[in-house]
């Protein structure tokens, strides 16, 4: 009989300011805590339920309580793929039963998973969308840093670039635009991007309505979000895309993650690691896909008022490996 138990809870932690994307502003990171106990070991895992793909910390409860039983029963990682669906709640799970296995054995996460154990890893800092002048105003506070993620909406998004680069002219640049473009835009922004020094350009066009991507140049690589979450959208993906973004909450854990991240060299496309807003909690398991990943975009807990005890030590933009006392 199993000694495993597992408790979930919803936790608020606030962001500092507003964090604003095409799709609308948050004022708080609102996440999902789970921990599973077993033989006097705790493992841990974070999710932040997404409600772009119908989650909420209500939903992402429900679907932990459902799945309890088999958990509490000595549920593998590779079992839990096949009882609980791609995101957020699964993902959560996935985490802290790779953190109780590493507790457990006295190994690391990267020896359990015959990975490359995280290093210092630079992360791009995000720039929330906002009007060209207070883009660049933002930037030229943040200009030290090696790379930046802008945030931009559409209309006035060359604007916005405009005003970065001018701010931060050696600061590599990525930009999202979270489904916010149209194909016109995607023709006439690209090049202009490109003589902007933009790098990689993520998810212009809306999930599902992306398939003109094949047809348009790309001076600028383009990188697929909201289109990929595991590797069962990986074949569509490849035909339209050059990199995918792997968040842990759209793959369902860092089980699915590392797949995908394997099965993604296969198909030729570079990698992205990316997340949503959360506490070191959530960044924690994302770094162990840093050797897979050309771009590496962790800075959730810079965006926040506070993080977790034992959180992630950042100098600037180096993320440095988590401490065991925090995760894996």
């Given amino acids: ?14 962001i500092a300011g507003s964090f604003r994307i095409s799709r609308g502003a948050k004022t708080s990171a609102d996440i999902v805590h789970v921990t599973i106990t077993e033989d006097g070991k705790s493992g841990h895992g974070e999710c932040v339920p997404y409600p772009r793909y119908g989650e909420s910390q209500r939903s992402v409860l429900d679907e932990i309580s459902a799945a309890r039983h088999f958990i509490e029963d000595g549920l593998t990682r590779e ?6 669906p791609p995101g957020a709640a699964r993902n959560a799970v996935d985490c802290a039963l790779w953190d109780l296995e590493a507790k457990l054995t006295g190994k690391s996460v990267a020896t359990l998973a015959n990975i490359a154990e995280p290093g210092l890893t630079i992360t791009a800092y995000t720039l929330s969308l906002d ?11 943040q200009a030290h840093r090696p790379l930046m993620k802008l945030k931009l909406g559409g209309e006035l998004d060359i604007e916005r670039v405009t005003a970065v680069r001018s701010y931060a002219p050696k600061t ?13 835009m995607v023709e006439d ?4 991007m490109a003589d902007l020094g933009v790098e990689l350009i993520e998810q212009p066009l809306p999930a599902g309505k992306d398939s003109v991507l094949a047809e348009l140049n790309r001076p600028v690589p383009i990188c697929a979000d909201e289109s990929a979450h595991d590797t069962a959208t990986l074949d569509d993906v490849a035909r339209l895309y050059d990199y995918i973004n792997i968040k842990l909450d ?29 506490t070191s909690l959530a960044m924690a398991p994302a770094m162990f896909l840093g050797s897979f990943a050309r771009f590496v975009d962790l800075d959730g807990p810079l965006l926040l008022a506070g993080d977790r005890e034992n959180g992630i030590h950042f100098d600037g933009s180096i993320m440095h490996p ?6 894996g």
């Fill in 322 to 327: 988590p401490s065991a006392s925090l995760w």
């Fill in 172 to 184: 590599r640049l990525i930009v999202d635009a979270n489904e916010a473009w149209t194909p016109e």
């Fill in 1 to 14: 009989m199993s000694s495993r138990q597992i408790t979930a809870q919803s936790e608020s932690w606030p």
């Fill in 250 to 278: 759209k793959t369902g854990g860092l089980t699915e993650a590392l797949l995908l991240a394997e099965a993604a060299r296969g198909f030729g496309l570079g990698v992205m690691v990316g997340c949503m807003v959360g």
């Fill in 131 to 141: 009007t060209p002048e207070n883009m660049g105003i933002a930037a030229k506070a």
């Fill in 189 to 192: 922004f690209s090049p202009r």
């Fill in 79 to 84: 079992g839990l793929l096949t009882i609980m």
